[in-house]
Nanobody
Framework: QVQLAESGGGLVQAGGSLRLSCAASGRALSRYDMVGWFRQAPGKEREFVARINGVGGNIIYAVSVKGRFTISRDNAKNMVYLQMNSLKPEDTAMYFC????????WGQGTQVTVSS
């Protein structure tokens, strides 16, 4: 089973940018066609953010982040990335990566806090 570890979160002002990274281990990321990012704000359900297929030709974003976030993957490095621009306070959440459908245990996530 693949293990996933997220990093890159932090505190940023509204309008700022962050780049999240997700490192896969235990199994090659290339074995999973679809991987994605999810987030969970305090008191809310975990929600889908973005997903990308193996060759990067099929990318889907949640409406709330479309045009501001960019997902990418590097199978050679076993990495998935989420570039987040024009951040808003409502983007504040713990961010997670996983395969789609979800096969890996959820990692600890990385906290993103956007101040107004």
């Amino acid at each position: 089973q693949v293990q996933l570890a997220e990093s890159g979160g932090g505190l940023v002002q509204a309008g700022g940018s962050l780049r999240l990274s997700c490192a896969a281990s235990g199994r090659a990321l290339s074995r999973y066609d679809m991987v994605g990012w999810f987030r969970q704000a305090p008191g809310k359900e975990r929600e889908f953010v973005a997903r990308i297929n193996g060759v990067g030709g099929n990318i889907i974003y949640a409406v709330s982040v479309k045009g501001r976030f960019t997902i990418s993957r590097d199978n050679a490095k076993n990495m998935v990335y989420l570039q987040m621009n024009s951040l808003k306070p409502e983007d504040t959440a713990m961010y997670f990566c996983n395969t789609i459908p979800v096969e890996a245990s959820w990692g600890q996530g990385t906290q993103v806090t956007v101040s107004s």
